[in-house]
């Protein structure tokens, strides 16, 4: 009986930048700059909304949630590119590669529930002021919360376990990190299967996410609208159009990545675009939420009072 022709891939290799070390030192450098930002900007956040009580709301609640998931989310993968840039290493372990493509689709699944919730809580905050109370309150916060991280551990265990118990042929990542349709590429069996599973579970996930959160916009942007003409008609504009922005690249990108069919070969188009659903939105996600956000910006002032000048915390 002939034996299928394939060995057992017990480590990939990770495509990097460039081969120039110019440019490998511009990525990492550039990265790093990017990911320390986005460290800075989510525990800064993390901070303020935990520390100030007139912070303790729901809608700081998803906010601290969604700024501990985006630190953690961009940790998988942005710090050890510039690492492999910076040593021109790219080499990775099976059991590394495993754990970063779970880690990558189970942050990237709760990072989509968290903003569809977040939506959800904005579309009943102004169009529902008075059942706000009832329908957001604290033990269905925390249960959404749950419901999320659950449903994507769920999530990513499926798809990793299924990519995962495909034989590979070649070990050649044409990729930065980890993820899943390059590995179909690598796969020596027919990966059909997988691609079906992946579009239908994207199409519930992502674009029913997609779906509910323009569908809340669009209400909020309606009843928005009725209001007079002044700063809070515009103070709602500012807020939701750069996050629906931020949702519609982060959702596009990944879309494109793992929605293709694992014939098309990888171009540099697609290590491109996996800095927009990896990087872009745990950036993003600060800017939009506190620049715009006056509480959050008077919060941060009474912080450093409090820290430059101890006697003032006194009188307050």
């Known amino acids: 009986q002939k034996m299928p022709n394939y060995t057992i891939v017990m480590e990939f290799l990770l495509m990097g930048f460039s081969d120039v070390w110019e440019l490998r030192v511009l990525h990492a450098v550039s990265f790093s700059l990017m990911y320390f930002m986005t460290l800075i900007g989510n525990f800064l956040i993390v901070i303020v909304t935990t520390l100030d009580k007139s912070l303790h709301t729901h809608m700081y609640f998803f906010l601290r949630n969604l700024s501990i998931l985006d630190a953690c989310y961009i940790s998988v993968m942005v710090p050890n590119s510039c690492v492999n840039s910076l040593l021109d290493s790219s080499m990775i372990s099976k059991a590394g590669c ?3 493509v779970f880690l990558v ?13 977040m939506a959800r809580d904005r579309y009943v905050a102004i169009c529902q002021p008075l059942h706000y109370p009832v329908i957001m309150n604290p033990q269905a916060c925390v249960q959404m919360t749950l419901a999320s991280i659950l449903s994507g551990l769920v999530y990513s265990g499926f798809h990793t376990g299924i990519t995962f118990t495909l034989p590979f042929c070649q070990s050649n990542i044409h990729q ?16 059909f ?19 509910f959160i323009i569908r809340s916009y669009i209400h909020i942007f309606s009843t928005v609208l009725r209001f007079p003409s002044g700063t809070d008609r515009a103070k709602a504009f500012s807020t939701c159009i750069p996050h629906i922005l931020v949702v519609s690249v982060f959702l596009s990108s990944s879309f494109y990545v793992y929605l293709r069919p694992s014939a098309i070969s990888a171009t540099i188009q697609d290590m491109v675009l996996s800095v927009f659903y990896s990087v872009i939105p745990p950036l993003f996600n600060p800017i939009i939420y506190t620049l715009r956000n006056e509480q959050i910006k ?3 002032r009474k912080m450093e009072n409090i820290w430059q000048n101890p006697i003032y915390s006194l009188s307050i």
Do not use: H, R, W
């Not at 992946?198 to 996410?209: K, Q, W």
């Open 105 to 117: 689709v189970f942050f990237a699944c709760v990072e989509m529930l968290f903003l569809t919730i």
């Open 298 to 300: 008077y919060a941060i």
């Open 193 to 211: 299967s997988n691609e079906i599973i992946i579009l239908a579970s994207a199409l519930v996930i992502g674009g029913g996410s997609f779906v």
């Open 176 to 191: 930065v990190f980890c993820d899943i349709p390059s590995l179909l590429k690598l796969s020596c069996s027919d990966t």
């Open 98 to 100: 495993v754990t970063q």
